[in-house]
């Protein structure tokens, strides 16, 4: 069954158990005498927010995946009808978030909103996949992009080894669960930073694309819908691979009950956050096809060091190093989110009780962070880590559609709640309908992938029933346990 958790002091320790605002403590009364209630501080504020979503939807992607959504549209035309509908789509969900919450006022962004609209099972099923594969897969993947390209200026001439990225990723992983796990402050202001880099990053693409079509550098734009035909095979995969680029307005819910004002916070930040990504993602990759032809796209590697080493001669080097930066915001905005999810789904019982403990004085969650820290190292050495992120797409988008539906059951079962920021229907409609819809199609589209993807989502059913439902389990079986739950 689900825990209520106890606000209560760990002796010799520098934790306590977080409080616990949810369902289950409208039942509980005082605290004791002498014993502090601590939780996470408020201290995002309008510029933080921004920076949190900016700077974690910008990563590698767009460097990188244009390729992606060419390859599966066959026209120039056609992907930036893809780029376009992928940030229009991203909007609507991050404003069905934005209602979401401001109604739902708790950490925890999906988890949270499935498990207040469909359940406990549901919600485990999500924290479930999100914990083992989804977050420490797409962190380690961000991350090889990032030693990567951070290495990029020193191997020009040769090829870069494989062990030099992974240890210099080790570094920079490391290097981001320790400010999670130090200071939220110093996390944030460096994310504001790093979102400021990622915007310089873009502009140097950008400018200079601008600057070829103002001398009339049109010449890939002409018959820009010709080429080969678009198949229903391909578009699913298309708008994975742009979805997935845009992948990251739904982070700041993650983190709601420490944003100031989030009634008024949340909505603003991912509107601006939306808008200027949206914009930049079509200029950028407009920029890409004013010197690179539709055929180098396809066989470039790092689009964004092809249109680099073509138009900016000796200052291409620059553009590796704010791509590593780039992809270093990334990781520090998506841990800095997850972890938080992970100490909600533990102050609901639905992880170990030790996730849900923040620290007495940095006010951080860190043996959630460590945890993550943990998992994301095994996936860094385990192999190919972007045929795990295709597997995952199905279950990210499948469970991100839910969530949206769910706003829609809310405004029939519950009219009454209190709603600050409220959408028309249609919008929370259509991208759920869009999501699913989409996730269904990739099953026709890619079955081996999404199929694990499927399978290995409903893993999570008979772990919710052996982990959480099962209270009479014996001594050795406890003992056994990979994750000590308390039962």
Request: with cysteine.
């Amino acid at each position: 069954m689900v825990r209520k958790a106890v606000a209560s002091t760990i002796s010799n320790g520098g934790y306590l158990q977080g409080s616990v605002n949810t369902r289950l403590s409208s039942l509980g009364g005082k605290e004791p005498p002498g014993q502090e209630k601590v939780v996470l501080k408020r201290k995002i504020s309008l510029l933080r927010g921004i920076s949190i979503i900016i700077g974690t939807i910008i990563g590698a992607g767009i460097f990188i995946s244009p390729k992606g959504v060419l390859q599966n549209t066959g026209s120039v035309g056609l992907s930036l009808v893809v780029w376009t509908v992928c940030g229009v789509l991203s909007l609507f969900g991050a404003l069905s978030y934005a209602e979401l919450g401001t109604t739902i006022r708790k950490s925890g962004g999906h988890y949270t909103y499935i498990l207040e609209v469909f359940g406990p099972l549901p919600a485990f099923v999500r924290v479930w996949v999100e914990l083992l594969i989804i977050r420490p897969a797409a962190t380690a993947v961000i991350s090889l992009a990032f030693g990567r390209y951070i290495l990029e200026p020193f191997f020009i001439q040769c090829e870069i080894p494989e062990l030099a990225v992974k240890l210099i990723t080790a570094v920079g992983i490391t290097v981001v669960m320790v400010l999670n796990g130090m200071s939220v402050s110093w996390s944030a202001r460096i994310q504001i930073f790093l979102t400021f880099c990622k915007l310089t990053a873009i502009l140097i693409i950008i400018v200079p694309g601008v600057m070829q079509l103002i001398k009339g550098q049109t010449q890939h734009f002409k018959d820009a819908f010709s080429g080969r035909d678009a198949s229903i095979m391909g578009l699913p995969l298309a708008f994975y691979y742009g979805m997935y680029a845009y992948a990251g307005w739904f982070y700041l819910n993650f983190v709601t009950e420490e944003v100031e004002n989030p009634e008024k916070t949340i909505p603003l930040a991912i509107c601006i956050s939306m808008a200027v990504v949206t914009i930049g993602y079509v200029l950028t990759n407009v920029a890409y096809f004013t010197t690179i032809s539709a055929e180098e796209l396809l066989l470039s590697e790092a689009v964004a060091v092809t249109f680099s080493e073509r138009l900016l001669g000796n200052f291409s080097v620059a553009v590796p190093i704010f791509v590593a930066l780039s992809c270093f915001g990334s990781m520090n905005g998506g841990v800095f989110a997850v972890s938080r999810l992970f100490y909600v789904a533990s102050r609901e019982g639905h992880l170990p009780e030790i996730l849900s403990m923040i620290h007495i004085r940095k006010h951080t969650p860190l043996p959630a962070v460590i945890v993550l820290h943990s998992l994301t190292m095994v996936m860094l050495f385990s192999g190919d880590l972007y045929s795990l992120l295709n597997f995952l797409s199905f279950a990210r988008w499948l469970f991100i559609g839910l969530a949206v539906a769910g706003l829609i059951y809310l405004r029939y079962k519950r009219p009454d709640m209190h709603r600050p920021f409220k959408v028309p229907l249609f919008i929370p409609a259509l991208f759920s309908f869009t999501c699913l819809f989409m996730v269904a199609l990739s099953l026709y589209s890619d079955p081996f992938s999404t199929g694990i993807g499927f399978i290995i989502t409903l893993t999570g059913v008979p772990a919710y029933y052996l982990f959480i439902i099962w209270d009479k389990k014996p001594r050795w079986f406890r003992r056994m346990s990979v994750l000590p739950w308390d039962c």
